[in-house]
């Protein structure tokens, strides 16, 4: 069982920065793939970007050369640096982790971009 929360959201004016945080527990050894996820009002969740056990990236054709995943050499913190941000890209974050047996959430960050 693994257990992720999420941090570092916030109010910024579109063009700023924001850093977010996932800091994951329990059994981090199963982890396949970490992920961020954004859920705006009335959308489904999308994929953002995902990093592998392996450091492998991928990211959301929109956030491309805006947007950076990382992790710590620890594995347990991934990072989502997110530079340039747009108004569109208000919502909820979420990080999950993806196992053999399915994926786990976090409860969330709100991220709101004014204009």
């Known amino acids: 069982q693994v257990q992720l929360v999420e941090s570092g959201g916030g109010l910024v004016q579109a063009g700023g920065s924001l850093r977010l945080s996932c800091v994951a527990s329990?059994?981090?050894?199963?982890?396949?793939?970490m992920g961020w996820y954004r859920q705006a009002p009335g959308n489904q969740r999308e994929q953002v970007a995902t990093?592998?056990?392996?450091?492998?990236?991928n990211y959301a054709d929109s956030v491309k050369g805006r947007f950076t995943i990382s992790k710590d050499n620890a594995g347990n913190t991934t990072y989502l640096q997110m530079n340039s941000l747009k108004p569109e890209e208000t919502g909820v974050y979420y990080c999950?982790?993806?196992?053999?047996?399915?994926?786990?959430w976090g409860q969330g960050t709100q991220v709101t971009v004014s204009s």
């Open positions: 990093i592998t056990s392996g450091g492998s990236t």
């Open positions: 999950g982790s993806d196992h053999i047996t399915g994926r786990t």
């Open positions: 329990g059994n981090i050894f199963s982890i396949i793939r």
